[in-house]
């Protein structure tokens, strides 16, 4: 099962799965959190990477004087857990009774409600 991070660890993961490259560096986090107008000292950087690390987010690789970060749960996996959690929690795992909340709501705007409604359609011409 997938764990749940902190708002500052899930920032850091944001930035690790926007990332183009496969492998994530320190100056790149620090960077990425100061132009996002979150700025991050270094130690508690690290100690944030540590905990990621030791929940099973990311691994990391000593290579010279540098770390390398490499995110071992998806963005996706982890969104899904957590809809999971959070369906069980509030609506006792009905997902009709979360989309049912949004649309009476009036929490989606209308082209979401669009959107929505063909996702629906198409997932019933499935097989």
């Given at each position: 099962?997938?764990?749940?991070?902190?708002?500052?660890?899930?920032?850091?993961?944001?930035?690790?799965?926007?990332?183009?490259?496969?492998?994530?560096?320190?100056?790149?986090?620090?960077?990425?959190?100061?132009?996002?107008?979150?700025?991050?000292?270094?130690?508690?950087?690290?100690?944030?990477?540590?905990?990621?690390?030791?929940?099973?987010?990311?691994?990391?690789?000593?290579?010279?004087?540098?770390?390398?970060?490499?995110?071992?749960?998806?963005?996706?996996?982890?969104?899904?857990?957590?809809?999971?959690?959070?369906?069980?929690?509030?609506?006792?795992?009905?997902?009709?009774?979360?989309?049912s909340n949004l649309i009476m709501g009036d929490?989606?705007?209308?082209?979401?409600?669009?959107?929505?409604?063909?996702?629906?359609?198409?997932?019933?011409?499935?097989?």
């Amino acid at each position: 099962m997938v764990q749940q991070v902190s708002d500052a660890e899930l920032e850091i993961m944001k930035i690790v799965w926007g990332n183009p490259s496969e492998t994530t560096l320190f100056p790149y986090i620090m960077e990425s959190l100061a132009a996002k107008g979150r700025p991050c000292q270094k130690n508690t950087l690290i100690v944030l990477l540590s905990r990621l690390t030791n929940k099973g987010f990311l691994s990391a690789k000593k290579i010279g004087r540098r770390n390398e970060y490499r995110a071992l749960v998806s963005e996706a996996e982890y969104q899904t857990a957590q809809t999971k959690k959070f369906l069980h929690k509030i609506y006792e795992g009905s997902a009709k009774g979360l989309v049912s909340n949004l649309i009476m709501g009036d929490l989606l705007a209308d082209e979401e409600y669009e959107e929505l409604k063909k996702l629906l359609e198409r997932g019933r011409e499935k097989p």
